[in-house]
């Protein structure tokens, strides 16, 4: 079946650093896209969304960038900071507002 | 408003034994979902419902069950409760008015059977 997924485990970066974390995505009919942040012990966190009409859309320190023609989604933090260290997640929706999720990245953060 | 709360945060199960896992949302949110997920791994669906006494099965629901009798709860019931759901489970919500289908999650129950 058709699936998200995401290239790298595990990212580590220094602060003050930008931090880019990829996920690929198999169903071109998805039309929606949710970027969740999952601290340590924690539920899910939504950061950022965008829908398939976008290419591009910024929030406070993220941005989320959609390539349709690779099926192709980043998250950007910039400034990254030691509370950003957590596992990210990107998901995809599934009709009813069902959603499909990859396995995660996690993020390290290094003061 | 308190979102999403689940109890228990823990339990330990015997093989066999059953149990209910509580979700409950103050967000007046149509839509509910259950989660559960494994150590290294993603979120995957169990069950999910788009009004009260409306539910249906995601991806993983075999040995669930739950029910929808109010737009606050939706429990999630265990019967014979076995090692392969040890994991930790989320309730959440969204609404379909919402400009995005955001869903807001609980804190999650972790889940032990021996």
């Known amino acids: 079946g058709e699936s998200v997924g995401l290239h790298l485990p595990t990212l580590s970066v220094q602060e003050g650093d930008n931090s880019i974390i990829n996920c690929a995505y198999s169903n071109s009919a998805s039309d929606y896209f949710i970027w969740y942040k999952q601290e340590s012990g924690k539920g899910p966190q939504f950061i950022i969304d965008?829908?398939?009409?976008?290419d591009k859309r910024q929030g406070q320190r993220v941005t989320v960038l959609l390539n349709k023609t690779v099926k192709h989604l980043s998250l950007q933090i910039a400034a990254t900071q030691p509370g950003d260290s957590a596992v990210y997640f990107c998901?995809?929706?599934?009709?009813?507002?069902?959603?499909?999720f990859g396995k995660g990245t996690m993020l390290l953060v290094s003061p | 408003n308190a979102g999403v709360t689940q109890t228990p945060k823990f339990r330990i199960l015997k093989i066999g034994q059953s149990m209910t896992l509580q979700c409950t949302q103050d967000m007046n949110h149509n839509y509910m979902y259950w989660y559960r997920q494994d150590p290294g791994m993603g979120l995957k669906l169990i069950y999910y419902s788009v009004g009260a006494g409306i539910t249906d099965k995601g991806e993983v629901p075999n040995g669930y069950n739950v029910s929808r009798s109010t737009t606050e709860d939706f429990p999630l019931r265990l019967e014979l409760a076995a090692p392969s759901q040890t994991s930790v489970y989320f309730c959440?919500?969204?609404?379909?008015?919402?400009?995005?289908?955001?869903?807001?999650f609980g804190p999650g129950t972790r889940l032990t059977v021996l």
């Open positions: 965008i829908r398939s009409n976008m």
């Open positions: 998901a995809e929706n599934g009709g009813y507002s069902t959603l499909t």
């Open positions: 959440a919500s969204s609404s379909p008015e919402d400009f995005a289908d955001t869903q807001y």
